[in-house]
């Protein structure tokens, strides 16, 4: 079932420490790696987590702070020269994008793996990404600078179907795909069988969203209502609660105040100052207000619930 | 004695590994720091080598592919966060100090700290650094874009001075600074006392030369003859020797070579490829050429002799 992971490649803040790598998450769905967030050592992290660079065919960047995007260059430069896919996509910011692009036209010229760049608003509202089973949009963060979060969401899932009893009603294959998505049967002799009698219900989609660095404000929750699984910067205590606002951050208090007006079923916290080395205070802060509080550390991977 | 050391940060080659960072050396001359080459990830191996951002003036970039700097941004970031000293020279060539310019604008805007650009010429034979005891210059290297290498020189020494003589022919304090540069005394009763009854030797004065990414090529040896610690790439070892030469890069054997013609007294190598993870073999392969050869490895800190 382990299907729909994160992984935390980096929870420090703008400056690195021996504890912290700067900002980067990986999330895991089915076959593919979605990047969310590229400081620098992103690379690295990678490798250390055993992520696989071919499975890698999405980066999403919540803004243009250097610890949460100055990983791209080496990363792509690596994606390049291994050319391990034909292609990834960089969903930034227009002032990103052409950093980005200036960078790798100095750095990394003859190559045939191709970066595309999708230019993400800083409004938020956006869907970034779709397939078949997943949805990607961005939401409105309140940072120093523009900002954006990412809300990752399954499609609601099918039915389970039920074959001793389609095979009891004699149901024809054909008619199988439409009775996955409810709907009743009727027999060669016109009885209708409900569709609760052929299947069980359908597993939850599942729900991540990643709020990079941003001030408390009452509107993230409204964004991420009924989330599964928030991850939230909490880059202070709650002990410097007016240093976050004015940096435009969060305590872990103020986290867990999103993740519970939010009604997040978990809370995750990272985006560390470089002034804390033990991650246990932030737990503790933030238990207080949402009990189901972890703090993140390099190294982890949690599977979504 | 150990006023004169090089602390080897990253001794991988374009992609990083889980065994190689990227090039990163830090040269320790008395109470300051010079980089060489800053690789992604170089402000953590600092921190992991205890190395003080307050002592690092300057950095030097040998060449422009992203091995060699990508490091800077985020190296640059943290030493504006931190405010740790007024300012940083880096010594770059025009293109790359327009590309970092860019980028630190970008990511870095308020901040008191300076960065300073001191254009280099893809030519080689310049002074970049100047002060009493040490010299920096540049030398061209052989690969496929523009590149440099670094020869540290000290300054020749004064003589040091024998007391127990200086007092028995009652040397003013005024003349000594002339006798430690070599000058005879004259008594009041018109004797003539050669330098070398009142002065012991200099002690040597040391060198350190940095050939960064380079094709083998003889004019190498003789841009760097007499240096007493040479460093050298050794990206493959002889068994690659046609890729290494079609690359712009060297092997231990090539290194060796060099190492030899200008009658160096150790060779230090590394920028090993991705392929290889032990480096044993690059140490075997180069001292069967030239014995003293060492290959250096990420945590290592050699003392120049």
Redesign the interface.
């Known amino acids: 079932m382990a299907y729909f992971k994160v992984h935390f490649l980096g929870c420090g803040s ?5 504890f912290h ?2 900002s980067c998450q990986v999330v895991e769905y089915r076959d593919r790696l979605y990047m969310v967030d590229c400081g ?2 992103a ?2 992290q990678m ?2 987590m055993r992520l696989k660079f071919s499975r890698l065919g999405h980066i999403f960047i919540s803004h ?4 949460h995007f ?2 791209l ?2 990363l792509l ?2 994606l390049s ?2 050319q391990v896919s034909g292609s990834v996509t960089i969903h930034i910011f227009k ?2 994008a052409e ?1 980005i692009k ?2 790798m036209s ?3 010229r003859d190559t045939s793996f191709e970066i595309k760049y999708d230019i993400i608003s800083p409004e938020g509202g956006e869907t970034v990404y779709e397939d078949n089973n997943l949805i990607i949009t961005t939401f409105p963060l309140y940072h120093r600078v523009p900002c954006v979060g990412y809300l990752f969401r399954e499609k609601p899932k099918s039915r389970h179907l039920n074959s001793q009893m389609l095979d009891f009603y004699k149901v024809p294959v054909k008619d199988r795909p439409l009775i996955r998505e409810g709907a009743d049967f009727i027999t060669e002799d016109g009885l209708t069988v409900a569709n609760e009698r052929l299947t069980r219900p359908a597993d939850p989609a599942l729900s991540y969203a990643y709020c990079s660095d941003t001030a408390y404000n009452p509107r993230v929750a409204v964004s991420v209502k009924g989330v599964d699984t928030l991850y939230h910067e909490a880059t202070y205590l709650a002990e410097y609660e007016t240093k976050a606002s004015a940096r435009g951050h969060s305590t872990a208090r103020q986290a867990a105040m999103t993740a519970a007006a939010a009604g997040a079923r978990r809370l995750v916290m990272g985006h560390y100052s470089k002034r804390y080395e033990d991650t246990g205070a932030f737990e503790a802060e933030a238990s207080e207000i949402f009990p189901n509080s972890i703090a993140a550390t390099e190294g982890m991977t949690i599977e979504m619930i």
Request: proline share 9%; with cysteine.
């Open positions: 703008a400056c690195p420490t021996l790598q700067p620098e050592g690379q690295t490798r250390r243009l702070h250097g610890d100055l990983g260059p080496g430069s690596t020269l291994l002032e990103g950093l200036t960078i100095a750095v990394c």
